[in-house]
């Protein structure tokens, strides 16, 4: 059974649900948000893993007559609904054109993902403390199981980065552009570096911003030894970054 988890970004739904671990959004609810005005057009367009479920498993139950007692219509317990992996949640982000794209990214990666990887549920900020012996207890707490969560947090953190991570000749696809041409581009704008043992590597800087990530990988020369090199990836956070800077502006 799957597990839905609604929550909400600026009083905007969003539906996720949770199938063998993995978040999957309601598409439409994302793509509502982000400002498209074609859902369904900017779904088929931009996504690549894109499944469709029965309004029945969104509601929580196979019994139609359940879900009519629970509010809901019979037209909702028979729709079809897409939904999309974080992946294609990014490339509606890189997309779209609302300026709070960016916001809405760094909440999912920053907040909601994490809590549904610890927890299976988003869990909303708490209400605003009334006294000071309240505020000292709350952050007391607060303290306490963000110091047990860290670790946790840290992982998800690391794999979402890894999963979501692309090499720039993909990423360069995905804007249509040149490989070569986005290199010279972020070479230019002092993003990587232009000698010609680092060429195309990013300064550390970018990388601790989340910009970039290296992937270790080994080859073996015509001598049978084995060598060390990096190749650079764009992470989801760069992927938006660059989208913006380089390519929204021509649009």
């Known amino acids: 059974m799957s597990n839905v988890i609604p929550f ?6 969003v539906r996720v649900i949770e199938q ?14 982000l400002g498209y005005s074609n859902t369904s057009e900017a779904v088929r367009t931009h996504c690549r893993n894109v499944t469709t479920i029965g309004g029945s498993v969104l509601l929580g139950s196979s019994d139609y007559a359940g879900c009519i007692t629970a509010g809901h219509s019979h037209n909702d317990a028979i729709r ?8 294609d949640v990014y490339r509606l982000i ?13 909440w999912v990666v920053g907040e909601v993902l994490p809590s549904i990887r610890k927890t299976g549920t988003y ?31 840290a992982f998800a953190n690391a794999v979402n980065d890894a ?3 692309i090499c720039v000749r ?20 002092g993003y990587l570096m232009d000698s010609f043992s680092q060429r195309n590597r990013p300064y550390q800087r970018y ?33 938006l970054y660059f989208q913006n800077k380089f390519f929204n502006k021509a649009a």
Do not use: C, H
């Open 170 to 189: 993909d990423f360069a696809k995905s804007v249509g552009t040149g490989q070569n041409k986005l290199y010279s581009m972020m070479r230019e704008d």
């Open 20 to 33: 063998n671990g993995d978040p999957m959004f309601i598409a439409k609810d994302v793509a509502d948000l």
């Open 94 to 106: 890189m997309r779209s054109k609302m300026p709070e794209a960016e916001k809405f990214e760094d």
């Open 207 to 239: 990388i601790d911003q989340g910009l970039f990530r290296l992937q270790e990988k080994t080859r073996t020369d015509q001598n049978g030894e084995t060598q060390i090199w990096f190749k650079t990836l764009v992470t989801a956070k760069g992927q």
């Open 123 to 153: 869990q909303p900020q708490a209400s605003v403390p009334t006294s000071f012996a309240e505020s000292l207890r709350l952050a007391a707490d607060l303290a306490e199981k963000l110091e047990a969560a860290q670790p946790k947090i």
């Open 163 to 165: 999963i979501n991570s």
């Open 8 to 13: 909400k970004f600026n009083s905007s739904e």
């Open 80 to 87: 079809q609904y897409q939904i999309i992996p974080e992946r």
